[in-house]
């Protein structure tokens, strides 16, 4: 049904009305031109093609996942930018791919493996990344699927993988250089553990959350000569677990309370193990009691002052979170289970001074929710402020653009304060470290292909580092690996730097820092010249949208409720940068509709062309042929009518609006801008006010020249509206759009030019006379509307202009006037009209008043077609009188409610305030309820009694 031949027939047909289905169904037209754009390969990119160059990679998604409503944010706005360059002639490459997503995809595996009741430890390594393997090839195309369903207009032919071959060889290289110049090096240093990932994760995948909790102040007896008092040190913490890991208590060199005790030593309670008191600055005397346990081995601060202190680092936990047999009695226990057993056995012991409440900031893993463990590892770290400084100055000079500005700042603040970057973690699944250790000498040799021997010793007994590569460390490679480099290879010559980064704020350091940071240290070029950082789609109650937290908006879903496209440009038309996207279902289905007007419209010119041909025969040919939709615009005896020279006017402006929003990243002004022209200026003013020329099937040949000339008009402003529109609705522009007669070899809409601004086409007077027109119509549009007339019903109006030139455009206009306005005639008033009179609406340019009979327009030829009208105006004055008696109960209800200070004190705030805003509109309702009455009741005085 939908759909032509990629050689339209000759001669053309237009559809036929029983060939153009009268609803719009999105799920007819969608799913054939998606699977139409990838068969067909329209998008494949040819680096030696001339012209402009625009290329753009997209933020790989994570292989295990589906689309959410941040991708699908994402997408759309980097689709939207794709298709409107290609338009304009560039050279576009949209490179699709999938990240290998370490940390979940192999958590999704073992998983599985779990519920077949195998442990995936019990597979070994060769063969548990075998199955990930495997698992990726049947189930982790779900996302790419997904992505083709949407219409992006990426070059499949160019998908990669960031474990693909190629890229892991890429990964290599960088590996090993930075190893080399001693950028990378390995250590023990405290990191952020996940007891259930089982791995380190960096300080950007941990999410640190505000909970209530506890501080235990626990006594640490002093050791004293016998018949000497007890003494004791009161240290509080809020993980009494890891005290057991103590190795000294720290307090302030310049504390007055512990200047006597530094240097002595304390007895670690439960574990019955002296251990120093030390003096060191780092320790805030105004926290707690002032004394704080130091555990190395579990906390970032202790660390440095263990390490400053040459103190020992004893790790008590496991890898899954449980106690070692460093924790003494308590090994074998959860983590937190021990921190029980160990206040108890405080308590018991009297060495727990007191409990207090006590609010503090937890860190949780990102991918699973788990709250991570500080604790010292042996991990391979980046060091980043070299590597940081020419990142910064890049964006600095400009080199790479910041959108919206304010996040340069956020930018520059992360990267003058950067901390070496974490690297390895501890899984199967992802790029395995090159690096093999020595089982004789204990050297490590780093090496881009497996070495037969150590590098410092000769020996043939090597072992390959078992860790691998964070997933970011290969994203920060996406915009030069996905090219070929490190191989000169004609993509990488043409492509890269990419033109654009378009992703969320909250992967600013994550990914974009890094990929700035590692394309000028590999490439010596910026990745990418632009980088626009979009909002986050939130709940009505401003959270993060989050399938997790079952807030989540599933867009799949809501992509078969109600379209691909009205999804597209709902998301585009909230997309102001800087501004978070607050979604909700109505928004989308105004955006239905919208597609749907469109839909009505086209189908509305091509039935009643169907009609007009055959009444006069003119061939498809002569009227809409892709040669005269391009030569428009198109007059009639010499002479371009008023409409036309208007719509092409507004069609010049709307795309000059269009071009400079997308330049800027102003997605909803852009679509805002082709709504108002599609919806408004096309569908409800233009295509109404030539319907009269359109539809004049004449035999007479003045009348069929102006008919023709309007179809043509009007099909060449179709035909631009569809390409003004096809970046943010591809499907139902490119089903549309094949409807139209078409030039041999043409195959979609996405290939043809976009719409210039042709300074030709501008027309301030036409826009001027048009608006004042407008203006009128509207005027008696919206006293029609308050007086509740049917619709149906033709009134006459009056009608006054101080200047003879309103006066003249206004009587030239008459048809269209009447029409439009549904008036039965218009009354060209010498003098002001007067208020007092009737309802009239007074502008600084004309007065305009809606004729209820004789009484008020005094034009023999006008009360003519008023029969009808007395019984009207008294059936008007009973409905006013009623709606104002309406009115006056629903205020003295509000104003009692609102007087009641029970209903003030008890009802929320917010429920107070919407009241009183209600009752504050009421007032204004009744009082122009009232005006009108008035208004009324004076013109039914001049009315003989019935």
Known sequence: MFGVPEQPQKPFAFPKADDFPKAYDPQLIEPHWARAWVDQQLYRADPSAPGPVFSIVIPPPNVTGSLHIGHMLDHSEIDILVRWHRMLGDNTLYLPGTDHAGISTQRVVVRQLAAEGIDYRALGREEFERRVWLWKEESGGTITRQMVDLGESCDWTREKFTLSPELSRAVTEVFVRLYEEGLIYRGRYIVNWCPQCRTAISDLETVHQERQGHLWHIRYPIPSPRGSEDQALVVATTRPETMLGDTAVAVHPADPRYLHLIGKKALLPLMNREIPIIADTQVDPEFGTGAVKVTPAHDPNDFAIGRRHGLAEIDVMTDDGRMNDAAGPYAGMDRFEARTRIVEDLRAQGLLERITDHTHAVGTCDR???????????????????????????????????????????????????????????????????????????????????????????????????????????????????????????????????????????????????????????????PFRQVYLHSLVRTAEGEKMSKSKGTGIDPIELNHKFGTDAMRFTLASMAAPGTDIVLSEDRILSYRAFANKIWNAARFVFVNLEKFQSATGVPSEEIASPELRAAAPYAAAGQMSLADRWIFSRLAHNVEVIDDALVHYRFHEAAHSVYHFFWGDFCDWYVEWVKPAISDASADAAHRDMAVAAWRNLFAVFDAALRLLHPFMPFLTEELWHRLPQRPGALSISLERFPEPLEKWRDPDADR??????????????????????????????????????????????????????????????????????????????????????????????????????????????????????????????????????????????????????????????????????????TADTYPAP
């Open 368 to 526: 699973c929710g788990t709250v991570i463990e500080p604790r010292l590892s042996l991990q391979w770290f980046v060091k980043m402020e070299p590597l940081a400084q020419p990142a910064i100055a890049a964006v600095e000079r400009g080199d790479v653009e910041i959108t919206p500005a304010n996040w340069r700042a956020v930018y520059f603040e992360w990267m003058r304060n950067i901390r070496d970057w974490c690297i390895s973690r501890q899984l199967w699944w992802g790029h395995r470290i090159p690096a093999w250790h020595c089982q004789d000498c204990k050297e490590i040799t780093v090496a881009r292909t497996p070495p037969v021997a150590c590098a410092h010793c000769g020996s043939p007994r090597l072992v390959q580092e078992t860790d691998v590569l964070e997933t970011w460390f290969s994203s920060a490679l996406w915009p030069f690996s996905t090219l070929g480099w490190p191989d000169d290879t004609a993509d990488y010559r043409t492509y890269y730097p990419t033109s654009a980064l378009i992703t969320a704020y909250d992967i600013l350091f994550f990914w974009v820092a890094r990929m700035i940071i590692m394309g000028l240290k590999f490439t010596g070029r910026v």
């Open 769 to 938: 006379q048009v608006a004042l027109l407008q203006e009128v119509i509207a005027a008696a549009r919206n006293i029609r509307s308050e007086l509740k007339l049917d619709p149906k019903r033709r009134v006459a109006a009056d009608f006054f202009a101080a200047s003879d030139e309103v006066r003249a455009l206004v009587e030239g206009n008459r048809d269209v006037v009447l029409r439009l306005a549904a008036l039965s005639g218009l009354h060209m008033s010498p003098t002001h009209l007067d208020p007092n009179a009737g309802p009239v609406r007074a502008t600084a340019q004309f007065d305009l008043r809606i004729a209820y009979g004789a009484a008020l327009s005094g034009n023999a030829t006008v009360t003519g077609t008023l029969t009808g009208s007395i019984t009207g105006l008294r059936a008007e004055l009973a409905r006013l009188r009623k709606e104002k008696e309406r009115l006056g109960r629903d205020l003295d209800a509000k104003k009692n409610r609102l007087a009641d200070d029970a209903f003030r004190s008890r009802a929320p705030a917010d429920i107070v305030r919407q009241m009183e805003a209600t009752f504050a509109e009421r007032r204004v309702e009744l009082e122009k309820v009232s005006e009108r009455l008035a208004q009324l009741e004076k």
